[in-house]
C-alpha cells in the first residue's frame, strides 16, 4: 500500500503538462500587448462619436438622432440624421454651421465648436446608423490634376448649375425668407464636395451620377482660380454687377458730392471787423 | 442787337444793383420794380409794394478780406495745390510707363492704384485750389440781378419774320408747287420706314415659332454641359440638373453638331429645362405627378415673366425662384406661381422613360413656355 501510495498514476505526466501549457498560455495571453484591430478602433470612434452626440447635438436631433418634430408637426425642430451620410456631419461640423449658436431661417459659417478628430467621431457615429454618403477621399476632391481646359469646362459648369444662387464669381447671393446662398470664398475642397453630394440646408444635392466626380474637381478647381484671382477693379460690391454699381454711383457717390458742395458753399469764416 | 430801345430801363437797374451791392446797411430801392415793369412795355401802371424793400443785409467781411496776412498765405495754399496737381500729373506720367502691368500694391493691381492715386489727386487738388481761391480770394460782394422778360424785344420778332419772308420768296415755294407737293411727299414716306420696323413689336407679326419648342416625344433629356443621358437612379431626392434637349448634342456623320451657332442659341432659349426630383408624397396634384417619373419632374427654365433663365431651387420647400423680378413658383403643384410679377405656371414637360431607361420628353411643352404674349393659345 505504502508503494502504491507512492507511485504515480500513469496520467499524472499528461496533467502536468497540461497545467504548465495552460498557466504559459494563460500568463501569455494576459501580458502581451493587444494588437489593435481596425474594427475594435471603429467601434470606439462610433461609441465616442455617440457620447458627443448624445451631448451636443441629441437636444435638437434627438438621442437616437431620429430628429424632432416641432409643435407644427411638419416642421423639424431638428431633421433625423439617419442615413444623411458621414459627409453631411463632416461638412456641418467641420464648416461650424453645426452646432447651431441660436433657431435662425439659416445656420451660418463660423468656426468650428468640434475639432478635427470629435468631427470624425461624430461623422462615425451618424455613419453607422444607417448608409449614406461617405467621405470623399483626397483624390475624389482634389482639383491637382484639373488642367487649363479642364478649368474651362469647370466654369462652364459652375455657370450652368452654380450661379444662379452662388453668383457668377461664387459671391453668394439672397434666397426668400431671410435664407441666402453662401460666398464660396475660401471654402476648403472637401467641403465644397461634401456640399454638392450631400445638399445642405435649402441647396439641392449634385449627386456623383450626375455630375462626375471629375466634374466636380473641375468645379472646385474653378472657385479656387476665381478665388486666386487678384482684384484689379477697385471696389468689387460682390461681383452683383452693374446693378449694385450704378446704385453706389448714382446715390453714394452723387449724393455724397452734393453734399460736399452744399457743405462747401455754406461754409466759411465771416468776421465782424472791417477794413482797415 | 446793338439797339434795344424796348429794354433801355434795364440797363439803368443793372447799374443799380451793382451799386446795392456795395451799399452797406439797409438800403430801399423803390425805382427797380416799376422800372422793370415798364421796360416790358405793357403799359401797366406802375405797381406799388405794400412793403418797403429792406434791401441787403450788411456786408460781412471774411478774413483774407480784413487781414493781408492770411490773404498771403490762401494765396500760397491755392498756387501749391496748383503746383502738387502739376506734380502729380507728372507722376502719372511716370506710373503709366514705369510700373509693369501685373505688380501687385496690397494685393491689388500697382499700377492702376498709382495711376488712380496721381491722377485723381491731381483733379482734386486742381478743385480744391480753384474753390479755396473762389472763397477766400476772389471778389465777395452781393449782387442783385432783376428778372427778365421772357419773350424777344420786338425789333427781334420783327427781324425774324422778315429772314422767313425772305426765304420764302427767295426759294420760290410759293410758286412751284410742284417741287412743295414732292418735297412733302417725300417727308411723309419716311414715316413707312418707322411703321414697317415697329410693326415687328405689335401682335401682328408671326408668333408661331414662340409656341413651340424642339422637344418631340422620345426625346432624350440630358444634362447641360456634358450632354450626358440620365437615368432616374441617378437622380437623389433633393437632385437638381440643369437639362437640355438631346437634339442639342445630336452630331452628324463627320461629329459636327447638327444645331449649332445662332440656332443652338435659339433653341437654348425655348427648350432648357430643369429636373429635380422630391419625395413623391410632396407632390400636391395629380397631374404633376403624373407627368413625373417617382418624383422627378421637369420644368421649363425660362421664367413666364420676361424670360429669365431661372435654377435657383430650394430643395425642401420645393420653390424656384426668379433672379430677375423674385416670382417663385412652387414645383410640387404644378410650378403654380407663390410669389412675383409671373403671370402663369412654369410649363412642365411630361416624362417617360425609354427602352434603355434613360428619361425621356413624351411630348413637346402643352402650353408655350416663356415670358405671355398676345396671341398665345392656353
Redesign the interface.
Request: charged share 25%.
Given at each position: 500500500m505504502r508503494l502504491s501510495t507512492r507511485r504515480r498514476h500513469p496520467l499524472a505526466a499528461i496533467a502536468v503538462l497540461l497545467v504548465g501549457l495552460l498557466a504559459v498560455g494563460g500568463l501569455y495571453s494576459a501580458f502581451v500587448p493587444r494588437a489593435a484591430t481596425a474594427q475594435t478602433s471603429q467601434a470606439d470612434l462610433v461609441e465616442e462619436g455617440r457620447q458627443l452626440f448624445l451631448i451636443g447635438c441629441a437636444s435638437c436631433h434627438g438621442k437616437n438622432a431620429e430628429g424632432i418634430l416641432a409643435s407644427e408637426g411638419s416642421i423639424n425642430y431638428g431633421p433625423s440624421l439617419v442615413g444623411v451620410g458621414a459627409a453631411a456631419v463632416d461638412f456641418q461640423v467641420g464648416t461650424g454651421r453645426m452646432p447651431m449658436a441660436a433657431a435662425a431661417p439659416q445656420a451660418p459659417r463660423k468656426p468650428p465648436v468640434y475639432d478635427a478628430v470629435e468631427t470624425a467621431a461624430l461623422a462615425a457615429y451618424v455613419a453607422s446608423l444607417a448608409p449614406g454618403p461617405a467621405i470623399p477621399t483626397e483624390e475624389m476632391y482634389s482639383p491637382e490634376g484639373v488642367d487649363v481646359e479642364g478649368l474651362a469646362?469647370g466654369g462652364?459648369?459652375f455657370r450652368?448649375?452654380c450661379t444662379?444662387?452662388h453668383n457668377s464669381v461664387g459671391a453668394g447671393?439672397a434666397?426668400?425668407d431671410g435664407?441666402y446662398a453662401p460666398p464660396l470664398t475660401g471654402v476648403s475642397s472637401v467641403h465644397i464636395y461634401e456640399a454638392l453630394i450631400t445638399?445642405p440646408?435649402?441647396?439641392?444635392?449634385?449627386?456623383d451620377?450626375?455630375l462626375t466626380p471629375q466634374?466636380k474637381q473641375e468645379i472646385i478647381a474653378y472657385i479656387n482660380a476665381v478665388d486666386d484671382v487678384?482684384?484689379?477693379?477697385?471696389w468689387g460690391l460682390g461681383g452683383l454687377g452693374p446693378v449694385a454699381e450704378g446704385t453706389v454711383v448714382w446715390l453714394v457717390a452723387m449724393g455724397a458730392m452734393v453734399v460736399a458742395a452744399v457743405w462747401?458753399a455754406a461754409h466759411?469764416?465771416?468776421?465782424?471787423?472791417?477794413?482797415? | 442787337m446793338t439797339e434795344r430801345p424796348g429794354l433801355d430801363p434795364d440797363q439803368p437797374d443793372e447799374a443799380q444793383a451793382g451799386d446795392v451791392s456795395r451799399a452797406e446797411g439797409p438800403v430801399t430801392n423803390p425805382d427797380v420794380q416799376p422800372t422793370t415793369t415798364t421796360g416790358r412795355g405793357s403799359g401797366l401802371a406802375p405797381r406799388q409794394e405794400p412793403i418797403d424793400d429792406p434791401g441787403l443785409a450788411e456786408h460781412?467781411?471774411?478774413?483774407t478780406?480784413?487781414d493781408p496776412v492770411l490773404e498771403r498765405r490762401a494765396e500760397r495754399q491755392v498756387a501749391g495745390l496748383f503746383t502738387l496737381a502739376m506734380l502729380l500729373t507728372v507722376a502719372f506720367t511716370v506710373a503709366y510707363f514705369a510700373i509693369p502691368e501685373d505688380a501687385?500694391f496690397l494685393?491689388?493691381?500697382a499700377s492702376?492704384v498709382a495711376l488712380?492715386v496721381t491722377l485723381g489727386g491731381a483733379l482734386l487738388c486742381i478743385g480744391v485750389g480753384a474753390?479755396q481761391w473762389a472763397?477766400?480770394l476772389m471778389d465777395d460782394h452781393e449782387i442783385v440781378e432783376m428778372r427778365h422778360p421772357a419773350a424777344s424785344t420786338p425789333q427781334d420778332r420783327k427781324e425774324a419774320v422778315a429772314i422767313l419772308e425772305t426765304g420764302g420768296r427767295e426759294s420760290g415755294i410759293g410758286r412751284r408747287p410742284l417741287i412743295r407737293n414732292t418735297l412733302i411727299g417725300s417727308m411723309a414716306a419716311l414715316g413707312l420706314p418707322a411703321v414697317v420696323l415697329l410693326r415687328d413689336l405689335g401682335p401682328v407679326t408671326d408668333t408661331e415659332v414662340l409656341s413651340y419648342t424642339v422637344w418631340t416625344e422620345g426625346m432624350r433629356v440630358v444634362?447641360?454641359?456634358?450632354g450626358?443621358p440620365?437615368?432616374p437612379?441617378?437622380?437623389?431626392?433633393?437632385?437638381?440638373?440643369?437639362c437640355e434637349p438631346a437634339a442639342l448634342f445630336a452630331t452628324n456623320e463627320e461629329g459636327e453638331r447638327i444645331i449649332e451657332g445662332t440656332a443652338a442659341l435659339q433653341v437654348k432659349a425655348k427648350a432648357a429645362v430643369i429636373l429635380?426630383r422630391m419625395p413623391p408624397a410632396e407632390i400636391s396634384d395629380e397631374q404633376t405627378q403624373n407627368w413625373g417619373i417617382d418624383g422627378i419632374l421637369c420644368y421649363s427654365k425660362i421664367c413666364t415673366h420676361v424670360g429669365c433663365?431661372?435654377?435657383?431651387?430650394?430643395?425642401?420647400?420645393h420653390?424656384v425662384?426668379c433672379?430677375c423680378h423674385?416670382s417663385?413658383f412652387d414645383l410640387a403643384a404644378g410650378g403654380t406661381v407663390l410669389?412675383g410679377p409671373a403671370a402663369r405656371p412654369l410649363p412642365q414637360l411630361p416624362l417617360g422613360v425609354d427602352d434603355e431607361g434613360y428619361l425621356v420628353a413624351l411630348s413637346d411643352f402643352l402650353v408655350p413656355v416663356g415670358p405671355s404674349y398676345p396671341t398665345m393659345e392656353l
Open positions: 469646362r462652364e459648369i450652368a448649375n444662379a444662387c447671393g434666397l426668400p435664407r445638399g440646408q435649402q441647396m439641392p444635392v449634385f449627386p451620377d450626375t466634374d487678384p482684384n484689379y477693379g477697385g462747401i466759411g469764416a465771416r468776421t465782424r471787423r472791417s477794413k482797415s | 460781412e467781411y471774411r478774413m478780406d480784413v501687385l494685393g491689388t493691381s492702376n488712380g474753390i472763397k477766400k444634362e447641360d454641359v456634358s450626358r440620365l437615368r437612379s441617378d437622380l437623389q431626392v433633393g437632385t437638381l440638373v440643369n429635380v433663365p431661372i435654377s435657383l431651387y430650394e430643395q425642401q420647400t420653390h425662384l433672379p423674385q417663385t410669389f
